[in-house]
């Protein structure tokens, strides 16, 4: 019961976030190329629940990454309040908030495919599992980087919003970069909770089914 009450918690907070950024967002196109990543992993998420639950600790990181991205998606990156605060606090030349979506980009997703690969016995916990887990993390943000190039292309000017550069020539590179930040630090920090989850989880589906 405390497991689904705090799922279902999560999932109304990012339900209730949704429908408000989308009401009146800067840009409707952005929103809906920002907000997409939600729009699908959410009924997968539905869809997978009693199947193979995941561990709290992923449920809480996803629904604080889908509200990054809802955020961003409502004001585009580029131009969420919060982001203005940090550049004029730490003098930077740009709104920084697209690189705090990067980093969760990758930190959420490693410790997503951590989860998978261990719990399916794909591979064994140790050096190769953090290995594949960030080479994971990196192929989402290198595809995520691909389509920001091929809505660039279908849309011609009328991406800039989406693609949030803000003038930057090496934005993209930058974004992989964070992503591979992220997913290195998630990794580091969170392995041995995410470890301790796992095995809670399984005692306690072993006693369900016994």
Same mark, same amino acid.
């Given at each position: 019961?405390?497991?689904?009450?705090?799922?279902?918690?999560?999932?109304?907070?990012?339900?209730?976030?949704?429908?408000?950024?989308?009401?009146? =967002?800067?840009?409707?196109?952005?929103?809906?190329?920002?907000?997409? =990543?939600?729009?699908?992993?959410?009924?997968?998420?539905?869809?997978?629940?009693?199947?193979? =639950?995941?561990?709290?600790?992923?449920?809480?990181?996803?629904?604080?990454?889908?509200?990054?991205?809802?955020?961003?998606?409502?004001?585009?990156?580029?131009?969420?309040?919060?982001?203005?605060?940090?550049?004029?606090?730490?003098?930077?030349?740009?709104? =920084?908030?697209?690189?705090?979506?990067?980093?969760?980009?990758?930190?959420?997703?490693?410790?997503?495919?951590?989860?998978?690969?261990?719990?399916?016995?794909?591979?064994?916990?140790?050096?190769?599992?953090?290995?594949?887990?960030?080479?994971?993390?990196?192929?989402?943000?290198?595809?995520?980087?691909?389509?920001?190039?091929?809505?660039?292309?279908?849309?011609?000017?009328?991406?800039?919003?989406?693609?949030?550069?803000?003038?930057?020539?090496?934005?993209?590179?930058?974004?992989?970069?964070?992503?591979?930040?992220?997913?290195?630090?998630?990794?580091?920090?969170?392995?041995?909770?995410?470890?301790?989850?796992?095995?809670?989880?399984?005692?306690?589906?072993?006693?369900?089914?016994?």
């Amino acid at each position: 019961m405390r497991h689904t009450t705090l799922h279902a918690a999560l999932g109304l907070t990012v339900l209730v976030a949704l429908v408000v950024s989308g009401i009146a =967002p800067y840009d409707r196109a952005t929103w809906w190329l920002e907000v997409s =990543p939600v729009l699908i992993a959410a009924p997968l998420l539905l869809a997978t629940y009693r199947r193979f =639950p995941l561990t709290d600790l992923l449920y809480l990181l996803i629904a604080m990454h889908a509200l990054v991205l809802i955020l961003g998606g409502a004001h585009t990156y580029a131009r969420v309040p919060a982001g203005f605060w940090v550049q004029e606090l730490l003098d930077l030349s740009r709104n =920084p908030y697209d690189k705090l979506g990067h980093f969760l980009q990758g930190f959420v997703p490693a410790l997503i495919a951590r989860e998978i690969l261990l719990r399916g016995r794909f591979v064994a916990s140790g050096k190769m599992l953090a290995f594949l887990a960030l080479c994971v993390a990196m192929t989402i943000s290198a595809v995520y980087e691909l389509i920001e190039w091929w809505v660039a292309l279908l849309a011609s000017g009328g991406a800039v919003d989406f693609l949030g550069t803000q003038g930057d020539p090496w934005d993209t590179q930058a974004d992989m970069a964070w992503a591979l930040l992220g997913a290195s630090a998630g990794l580091l920090a969170l392995s041995r909770l995410q470890d301790r989850q796992i095995a809670a989880l399984q005692r306690e589906q072993m006693q369900g089914g016994s």
